[in-house]
């Protein structure tokens, strides 16, 4: 559903926020309504984005600490389309949303939010709104480029992954629709029937290693550890303590008893043993003595290494594998999407306590701790046999250096980064090669920017030069969609209904059957063309009858019965007509056929009592 101003008037944008996202949703706008006004609201004019966006036309910019009502009203959102809320603090965003929902209830809200979970609950006590994480619309670019796919066929939604593949790839009951038609078009097929591609749902399987590759896991890592090859070295010099004990004359239960009290620190001086005594007993117990520390190491770095790699794999030695620097919010979309599509991936990150290291010991990804411009990290995490290396950190030195050591290993590795300038991205594009780099900002931008205009839609997917739009379409009490089966609901070509939320809280059910009855309440997800959503978010809608129509209704009708002129019928017919939605000639019409059957009645009644005066008709049995 396309924004529609209404009145004639030109269409108003509010975008607030402080990152470069503020810039490409304004040059968005404005690109795409020539006659569109957009108010960037900003804290300050200290970032790099801001010269860009005050060069562009048709934009405001305000300058404010912080939304409050005041400034929401100065910034035009009380007669505003639409209102982005782009800003990175989750609670400071759904604060601004509700204030704006106060002064214009009508208003499309367009939140951006890490936590899915909060914005999935937060966006039903709006009218229109629309929750996005950055995070989540960005990181299925990374996974295409690191993949070697020329186009984006990833989607992330709430907890699954949506994704293109070819016929016969994936399962057949992941499949939710087949995918035909030439550049520029798409249409929508049964997932049974014939098809160019196919759109799927990934499903996690939870990593678990056989018994043999866990024991020979924990052997290399007995093997590879430096203080493990310590302690075996200090154990092999106390056998040879013993050794040497049994050679000069003591049993072999007298050597070992005394060699292990002595490693203990335990022993006592001796001054009347032989000389080679007394030097072996120093030697053990200063080997006693260096072993407590390394022990002590031992087991605090076995558990750290527990926490961290719950199954005790070895990075270094998988191949074909995807490594990911970084594990913020990025990272961890990311990683999450590529074990949702079966890909080998490995974490790496600088910061023990980032948040993706839980997230990927869940997935049962293993995680390296260290910097990613240090060679022997890259070297941990099995880079020299990667399939990619896909830099996501926070900071664009570190993946830039990180970059160019990764592309020293090999010349065919797939070398991914992340910048945070637009600017920055295009120029390393051109000076790396082979390499490809990624503004988060400029990925997040088209998706805000569907959000911002089309009604409901959460998400885009770009197919063949074509768009397909994800939306989330409420049944509202009284819409015509209350009854229907999913199956019919609108054309096959056009849409597709991939999950159905019961309720406000529940789980969405996913790939729910074609025979399932919808009720007021549920919330559909579906996938479709802009032509099949414009048409089921207008079933969808209660109907909306008009206090002012309704009234016209009931007043028309006493006029219908108590006018007894042709022209005050013809007007009160035109009343009833219009809230109708008929026409008066429509209504004029009906009038002259009414009575013109009403007449031809007449006459065949008199005709037929003539008949029975002059004896030519016989009245019926039942009459008579």
Not at 150 to 162: D, I, P, S, V, W
Not at 210 to 230: C, E, K, P, S
Not at 281 to 288: A, K
Not at 507 to 529: C, K, Y
């Amino acid at each position: 559903m396309h924004v529609s101003p209404g009145g004639g008037q030109s269409p108003t944008f509010v975008v607030c926020g402080d990152n470069p996202l503020v810039h490409q949703l304004a040059l968005q706008l404005t690109n795409r309504f020539p006659d569109a006004t957009v108010t960037a609201v900003l804290p300050n004019r200290n970032g790099s984005y801001v010269p860009q966006l005050e060069k562009l036309e048709r934009v405001r910019i305000l300058c404010a600490e912080r939304l409050d009502e005041t400034v929401l009203r100065a910034a035009g959102v009380e007669r505003a389309l639409a209102l982005a809320l782009v800003d990175q603090a989750d609670v400071e965003n759904f604060h601004a949303a509700l204030r704006a929902h106060e002064l214009n209830p009508r208003i499309r809200l367009v939140i951006r939010m890490f936590n899915t979970g909060l914005g999935f609950r937060i966006r039903r006590l709006f009218s229109d709104c629309v929750v996005l994480s950055i995070s989540e619309m960005a990181a299925p670019s990374f996974i295409a480029a690191a993949l070697g796919e020329k186009a984006q066929g990833y989607l992330r939604l709430g907890e699954r992954t949506l994704y293109v593949a070819a016929v016969g790839d994936a399962p057949p009951d992941r499949v939710v629709s087949g995918l035909a038609g030439g550049p520029g078009a798409i249409a929508l097929r049964s997932p049974h029937a014939p098809a160019d591609r196919v759109l799927a749902l990934a499903g996690r399987v939870p990593y678990s290693p056989g018994a043999r590759r866990r024991w020979l896991n924990q052997l290399r890592y007995l093997v590879r550890h430096d203080l493990i090859r310590l302690l075996l070295v200090m154990l092999i010099i106390i056998a040879a303590v013993c050794v040497t004990m049994v050679l000069i004359g003591n049993s072999w239960g007298t050597a070992v008893y005394e060699t292990l009290l002595d490693s203990a620190g335990a022993a006592q001086p001796e001054p009347g043993r032989e000389p080679l005594f007394k030097i072996l007993q120093l030697g053990v117990v200063f080997t006693g003595l260096a072993m407590t520390p390394v022990i002590t190491a031992l087991v605090v770095g076995g558990v750290l290494r527990a926490q961290l790699s719950e199954y005790s794999i070895d990075p270094s030695r998988m191949e074909n594998h995807v490594v990911v620097a970084g594990l913020g919010n990025v990272g961890m979309r990311v990683v999450e999407q590529l074990r949702d599509l079966g890909v080998p991936v490995v974490g790496l990150d600088y910061d023990e306590n980032a948040r993706g290291i839980a997230l990927a010991r869940s997935l049962g990804v293993p995680v390296v701790i260290g910097q990613a411009t240090w060679e022997d990290t890259l070297r941990a995490v099995g880079v020299p046999k990667a399939r990619a290396l896909v830099l996501l950190t926070s900071s664009d030195a570190v993946n830039l250096e990180a970059a160019m050591l990764g592309q020293s290993y090999r010349d065919d590795l797939r070398v991914v980064l992340r910048v945070s300038d637009d600017d920055l991205a295009d120029r390393v594009q051109r000076s790396l090669g082979k390499a490809v780099v990624r503004s988060v900002f400029q990925l997040a931008a088209d998706g805000f920017a569907a959000a911002v205009v089309e009604r409901r839609v959460i998400a885009t997917l770009t197919i063949n030069q074509a768009t397909l739009l994800v939306a989330e379409v409420p049944v509202e009490p009284g819409s015509a969609l209350i009854g229907l089966r999913i199956a019919d609901l609108g054309s096959a070509e056009h849409t597709r209904v991939i999950a159905v939320q019961p309720a406000v809280g529940d789980a969405p059910e996913w790939q729910p059957a074609a025979q399932r009855v919808l009720a007021a309440g549920n919330q559909l997800v579906v996938v479709a063309t802009r032509l099949g959503l414009d048409e089921l978010l207008e079933r969808s809608c209660a109907p909306a009858v008009d206090d002012t129509a309704r009234e016209a209704v009931v007043a028309a009708e006493e006029l219908v019965a108590d006018a007894a002129g042709e022209s005050v019928a013809d007007a009160a017919e035109g009343i009833v007509a219009e809230a109708a939605g008929r026409t008066v000639a429509d209504a004029k019409n009906e009038r002259v056929a009414d009575t013109q059957a009403d007449a031809a009645e007449e006459t065949a009644d008199r005709a037929t009592g003539q008949r029975y005066a002059d004896g030519s008709a016989e009245p019926d049995a039942v009459g008579s």
